[in-house]
């Protein structure tokens, strides 16, 4: 097995700017075995879209590799074929039912009410009063359930962004079951309650009928959370701070013709969603390398998404790239579901912050979350005041 025993993924450095070791990698190490994270670690974009794209060769949930123990799996690739495609169908149904300029409106008098609250204060925490409560909006309306306090949303997604990087750090089997308890607490009170519509209501009432188990709603239930409230978070994270180190980028999405392929390109350069994982079903070759039944694979979206082979000047802001067929939310049948929602929102932030009285500038240190699946800030002082 190659290995390439420079790759720290938590590394200080690496959690500032992951992307030169990506662009290193990519020419001398494009799939090679990593012992740390226990699996073929893939970063070139044609590898990375060809083992997200063949989801009957590389399978998310490693219960598939065992046909027998499948059956009895709590997510949906448990399912067979037929149920899986129906009950995807639902849910892309119940999204795409969903007026989206209405939605942008409230997204926008959300942001306009989130904004009225901070305006004046000399710093506060752009995570938490902008992120947290912005992404928790937009998924309470996404799923169709009463939204919870932001701060709950905030430590749920932080602790599976933790966990997805379980095999990267010392692992806290205490921290992780107290956000499996809270995560399934939320899950149990939305199918529970009364109150749900749109998303909620079609998978409780049309899986029901369908005999899909109740464990198998809940998981999509789970995935669907972090896919909306997850990217959401961190994107926008992402973006304030990229308008305070570049301002000539804030400055020209000002230009209502830039916006949408601006916010495209970004998730393209920065996005969220850094790498996912799966599992080979069965013997097969990467670039030449032999990966065999039942080995993981890293797919590290964001060295794809830096590709030279696919994307002329990569590492540069090219905010009318077009085509941009990034994997920023994936590829394929596990593609982001939710990222219509994340794309408006990023879009109507934007705008937001253009029309403020004030220029966003750092109030403090940033600190970013350390992990390497999910790049996103744990905290991010800011102000729009001047510096006294």
């Given at each position: 097995?190659?290995?390439?025993?420079?790759?720290?993924?938590?590394?200080?450095?690496?959690?500032?700017?992951?992307?030169?070791?990506?662009?290193?990698?990519?020419?001398?190490?494009?799939?090679?075995?990593?012992?740390?994270?226990?699996?073929?670690?893939?970063?070139?974009?044609?590898?990375?879209?060809?083992?997200?794209?063949?989801?009957?060769?590389?399978?998310?949930?490693?219960?598939?590799?065992?046909?027998?123990?499948?059956?009895?799996?709590?997510?949906?690739?448990?399912?067979?074929?037929?149920?899986?495609?129906?009950?995807?169908?639902?849910?892309?149904?119940?999204?795409?039912?969903?007026?989206?300029?209405?939605?942008?409106?409230?997204?926008?008098?959300?942001?306009?009410?989130?904004?009225?609250?901070?305006?004046a204060r000399p710093s506060f925490d752009w995570m938490i009063e902008v992120s947290?409560?912005?992404?928790?909006?937009?998924?309470?309306?996404?799923?169709?359930?009463?939204?919870?306090?932001?701060?709950?949303?905030?430590?749920?997604?932080?602790?599976?962004?933790?966990?997805?990087?379980?095999?990267?750090?010392?692992?806290?089997?205490?921290?992780?079951?107290?956000?499996?308890?809270?995560?399934?607490?939320?899950?149990?009170?939305?199918?529970?309650?009364?109150?749900?519509?749109?998303?909620?209501?079609?998978?409780?009432?049309?899986?029901?009928?369908?005999?899909?188990?109740?464990?198998?709603?809940?998981?999509?239930?789970?995935?669907?959370?972090?896919?909306?409230?997850?990217?959401?978070?961190?994107?926008?994270?992402?973006?304030?701070?990229?308008?305070?180190?570049?301002?000539?980028?804030?400055?020209?999405?000002?230009?209502?013709?830039?916006?949408?392929?601006?916010?495209?390109?970004?998730?393209?350069?920065?996005?969220?969603?850094?790498?996912?994982?799966?599992?080979?079903?069965?013997?097969?070759?990467?670039?030449?390398?032999?990966?065999?039944?039942?080995?993981?694979?890293?797919?590290?979206?964001?060295?794809?998404?830096?590709?030279?082979?696919?994307?002329p000047r990569p590492h540069e802001l090219v905010l009318d790239r077009a085509p941009?067929?990034?994997?920023?939310?994936?590829?394929?049948?596990?593609?982001?579901?939710?990222?219509?929602?994340?794309?408006?929102?990023?879009?109507?932030?934007?705008?937001?912050?253009?029309?403020?009285?004030?220029?966003?500038?750092?109030?403090?240190?940033?600190?970013?979350?350390?992990?390497?699946?999910?790049?996103?800030?744990?905290?991010?002082?800011?102000?729009?005041?001047?510096?006294?």
């Open positions: 097995m190659s290995s390439a025993p420079d790759f720290d993924p938590l590394s200080p450095a690496m959690l500032e700017d992951p992307y030169p070791v990506y662009a290193d990698l990519q020419e001398k190490h494009p799939v090679f075995w990593h012992e740390k994270v226990g699996a073929w670690v893939v970063t070139r974009y044609d590898d990375c879209r060809e083992v997200l794209r063949n989801s009957e060769l590389f399978v998310r949930d490693p219960r598939r590799v065992s046909e027998v123990s499948a059956e009895s799996g709590e997510s949906i690739q448990g399912l067979d074929v037929n149920a899986q495609s129906e009950l995807r169908r639902l849910v892309t149904g119940s999204i795409h039912d969903q007026d989206l300029e209405e939605i942008g409106r409230r997204v926008r008098a959300s942001i306009d009410r989130i904004f009225e609250g901070v305006l947290a409560r912005l992404s928790g909006m937009i998924t309470a309306d996404f799923l169709g359930v009463t939204e919870p306090d932001p701060q709950v949303f905030k430590t749920i997604v932080e602790g599976m962004a933790r966990k997805f990087d379980a095999d990267l750090s010392e692992p806290d089997p205490e921290a992780e079951q107290r956000v499996r308890d809270a995560f399934g607490g939320l899950i149990d009170g939305w199918l529970s309650s009364p109150e749900t519509h749109g998303t909620m209501l079609t998978l409780k009432n049309r899986a029901a009928e369908m005999g899909v188990p109740v464990g198998v709603i809940k998981n999509l239930i789970g995935l669907l959370f972090i896919g909306s409230f997850g990217t959401i978070f961190a994107s926008s994270g992402s973006l304030a701070h990229l308008f305070i180190q570049r301002p000539d980028v804030f400055e020209k999405l000002r230009d209502p013709a830039l916006l949408g392929t601006g916010v495209e390109e970004f998730l393209r350069f920065d996005g969220p969603t850094q790498a996912t994982s799966r599992m080979a079903k069965q013997e097969t070759r990467v670039s030449g390398v032999t990966i065999k039944q039942g080995d993981p694979v890293f797919v590290v979206l964001a060295a794809a998404n830096r590709d030279p082979r696919q994307f941009n067929r990034h994997l920023g939310f994936g590829w394929g049948p596990h593609s982001c579901l939710g990222s219509l929602f994340g794309q408006l929102a990023l879009r109507e932030l934007t705008r937001a912050v253009h029309d403020a009285p004030g220029p966003l500038r750092l109030a403090g240190t940033p600190f970013r979350l350390p992990t390497t699946t999910v790049r996103s800030f744990a905290s991010l002082p800011v102000s729009f005041q001047p510096e006294s």
